[in-house]
């Protein structure tokens, strides 16, 4: 930041030679100095706008076929993740489809639920197996998209279930809408949510709500908590460092990799604070 205001002093007096400028450094910061650091690693991110609406599930697709015409396909389309990552799919694989079946499955026989959804699919993809060289875990940035992509897939599919089962969810009966019809309004489609996200969506409005709710509770019964601990994943796990040892790749690179481990540590971590008893007896936890 010093360096960078330096920067505009100079390109100031540079436009205007006669001005008269001063540079103040402020010796205390009122905000944290690493806010506008360079990030250290590279990452990929995505960036969704807009709230939910009948074009939640209409993905921008368009593809020109072999004619020269334009074609507006799916995100659910087999060859959609082929023609967006040839570099990964080189063979022109077959992606997510909706009637792939689980292993040993038949489409005569009697199961709920045959077919194979999104996220296992995608965790199926990314699973790293011996003897065998995965292209898709070697991308690096690449893989990096490909996940922020899949993830995207999932939410917009999980998205359309939702909307597709409000009848189910019984979001009619919801007390606003109750109470707007009891003052005499006619017309009450334009109150709240279109849209009821249920608690059980993770992320969600209701999700956080109930979760708060669960943590005031247990304050409410059990006291204030006496340790609030935050767990955060370190890329310098002798762990990571172990299985990246012979590979060129960077931690952020496997992003899968650090969610599995950062996962099985915090498990270990809670059977400690539970069953190891290193903090004395845990009566409540969350």
Known sequence: MLVKSYRMVRDSLHENPGANLKLRLIGKREQ????????????VAALIVGDISDSVEKRDIVVQTSSGLLQRISELHPSYLALQYPLLFPYGDDGYRVDILHRGITSSSNSKRPTCTMREFFAYRIQD?????????????????????????????????????????????????????????????????????????????????????????????????????????????????????????????RPDILCRLFKIKLDAFIKDLRENKIFDTVQAGI
């Open 32 to 43: 944290d100095g690493r806010t506008y650091n360079l990030p250290t690693s590279s990452e």
């Open 129 to 253: 197996r011996d003897q065998s060289f995965s292209l898709l875990l070697n991308a690096k940035r690449l893989f990096q998209q490909f996940l922020v992509d899949g993830y995207t897939m999932i939410e917009s599919e999980r998205l359309f279930f939702i909307r597709k089962q409000q009848k189910i969810l019984r979001c009619e009966s919801y007390e606003k809408l109750r109470n707007h019809q009891a003052l005499g309004s006619t017309d009450i489609s334009n109150v709240g949510q279109r849209v009821i996200l249920p608690s059980s969506f993770t992320g969600g409005a209701r999700y956080m709500m109930q979760n708060y709710l669960d943590a005031m509770l247990l304050c409410k019964w059990f006291g204030y908590p006496d340790f609030f601990i935050t767990f955060t994943c370190n890329p310098k796990w002798p762990e990571v460092q172990r299985f990246l040892k012979d590979t060129p790749l960077h931690p952020e690179d």
